[in-house]
């Protein structure tokens, strides 16, 4: 009876440090803060936890606030922790990424940043 109430008390506890789980942000690319030189064609943000598809969200703005993305948000067939937007050609300038994602384990973390083309 003890192991089994040991054994019940682990299940819980392993079970619940899964709950505790969230999707941070991993890489970017562009990178976070980075100053590029060019134009990207996407913006494509990973993920320490798979996302479900449906519920992630990227949008890109420049320095006046207007959207500047193509509004294909789609999550990788290859990797399900990269969440992608694509992107016209940009003018040199500020530009500010907001995201928000909800992992599989129906968390939901968001953030914000920043990059800098310079031409």
Do not use: N
Request: overall charge positive; charged content about 25%.
């Amino acid at each position: 009876m003890k192991r089994f109430i040991v054994s019940l008390l682990l299940m819980c506890v392993a079970g619940s440090a899964r709950v505790e789980a969230h999707a941070f942000l991993k890489t970017a690319k562009p990178a976070v803060g980075s100053t590029i030189e060019r134009s990207p064609g996407e913006v494509r943000i990973s993920f320490t936890e798979k996302i479900e598809p449906a519920f992630g969200m990227i949008q890109v703005f420049d320095a006046s606030g207007k959207q500047v993305d193509k509004r294909d948000v789609h999550v990788s067939h290859s990797d399900q922790s990269t969440v992608a937007i694509s992107l016209p050609p940009l003018q040199a300038g500020t530009y500010k990424v907001v995201w928000r994602v909800v992992s599989i384990d129906t968390h939901v973390t968001k953030g914000s940043f920043k990059f800098r083309i310079a031409r």
